[in-house]
């Protein structure tokens, strides 16, 4: 089939683009390097240089004779985005310009995702509120226009569930009032601009089903840790964007990160905030399972994308452990909170539909990070101890 991939270019969006190619799909990537432009702006820090997204697709070609088209466009502009339903695209590889049909699936990465970026100030705020919301809208009123029947995957957030004291289900809540049932989104409260960027998403998207009959699955995905997949092995220059730095970076790759260059692992507060995580093979094989099994017309499917739990001090201590192992001196810093969030809470999601449509889960073991040592090691003197952390507070 053929597969578009809104945002192409980031830590999620490449690794998918191999994964799908890999497997015989057309796969078109669109980026408008929004994370490249920001972590230059902010001066973040990036682990290694990553080639263009069409250096990437060139090498991945040269290697495996795959070709994976790419597009440079910015999403918020409806008519990039009703481009690839109409066929008017403009391709920056292959050179000669070569058209897939419009996409039988979409998955949608393209969005602002960092919590920190969307607290910087009212500026960055509004700059995650327009984005994220312009290129969701977009995309409903293109498939409405030109192809309900494809099917959209969205990445979403386990944020927005924020941290309830009951179960977290699959983002449906029945409720029964004054002797009456429903069913309805369950509720959401967010803690952050960017998070309830994702809310007013999933509102978005629910109205588009209900109106237009279209078919969307909402993987709400927890924190991902890792850097490599089976895909980036084939040559080094495929591996994806690797942040550390506390606007971009996840806090297990952060951890690491700080572990080999001997900065205290920055703990946040006393570290209790529990949430939901997978390895970013797992997040290939999640999409792949949801592409197989596409939700039905008129269907608002949900998926909690996480495999296991872990409170923030769990993820210190077993750094701490795995690091001293390889020789590092590893020590924890309690420092504090510059986010407004419960550090001691309940939280019990439920995440077991993944697993019942094929998903096998890679958990967080001692040898699994050990691993993603190994991996970022070799890139030690590149880590700058002065981009780990800022405190950027909200």
């Not at 403009?90 to 607290?119: F, K, M, R």
């Not at 995309?139 to 099917?151: E, I, N, S, V, Y």
């Not at 019942?356 to 889960?361: E, L, S």
Request: proline letters at 5%; one cysteine or more; aromatic letters at 12%.
């Amino acid at each position: 089939m053929h597969i578009l991939i809104l945002g192409g270019d980031g830590y999620l969006g490449w690794p998918t683009a191999m994964y799908f190619s890999g497997k015989g799909h057309d796969v078109t990537v669109v980026d408008n390097y929004f994370r490249r432009n920001a972590c230059t702006e902010l001066d973040c820090g990036t682990l290694f240089h990553v080639p263009s997204l069409s250096e990437r697709a060139a090498i991945w070609q040269e290697k495996t004779g795959y070709t994976i088209q790419v597009v440079i466009g910015d999403l918020t502009d409806p008519e990039v985005m009703r481009s690839f339903f109409t066929g008017d695209v403009t391709y920056q590889w292959p050179s000669n310009g070569a058209v897939c049909a419009p996409p039988d699936t979409v998955i949608h990465y393209a969005e602002q995702p960092s919590a920190p970026y969307s607290l910087l100030n009212y500026k960055y705020a509004n700059t995650t509120i327009s984005n994220n919301l312009l290129v969701t809208n977009n995309l409903m009123f293109a498939l409405k226009d030109l192809k309900p029947d494809t099917h959209v995957i969205h990445i979403g957030t386990m944020g927005e569930y924020g941290t309830p004291n009951i179960d977290i289900e699959e983002g449906w809540l029945e409720v029964e009032h004054k002797g009456r049932k429903d069913t309805f989104l369950f509720p959401r409260q967010a803690s952050s601009i960017y998070h309830t960027s994702k809310i007013m998403d999933t509102d978005l998207m629910w109205f588009a089903v209900r109106t237009w009959k279209l078919r969307i699955t909402n993987l709400m995905q927890g924190p991902v840790y890792g850097l490599e997949t089976d895909e980036s092995k084939i040559d080094s220059r495929l591996k994806t964007i690797f942040n550390y730095d506390e606007i971009f970076g996840t806090v297990v790759n952060r951890f690491i990160t700080q572990a080999i260059v001997g900065y205290p692992l920055t703990v946040y507060g006393q570290g209790g905030q529990t949430r939901g995580y997978l390895n970013i093979k797992d997040t290939l094989q999640c999409v792949g399972k949801a592409v197989q099994t596409p939700a039905k017309q008129g269907e608002f499917r949900f998926f909690n994308q996480i495999m296991e739990t872990f409170t923030v001090r769990e993820l210190a201590e077993l750094t701490c452990t795995v690091g001293r192992s390889l020789g590092y001196d590893v020590v924890i810093r309690s420092v504090e909170n510059p986010r407004k969030e419960a550090e001691e809470h309940y939280y019990n999601p439920v995440y077991h539909g993944l697993l019942d449509i094929g998903v096998i889960p890679h958990y967080l073991t001692e040898e699994v990070m050990k691993e993603i040592f190994l991996l970022i090691a070799p890139f030690k003197d590149a880590i700058r101890k002065d981009v780990i952390f800022k405190g950027i507070k909200w």
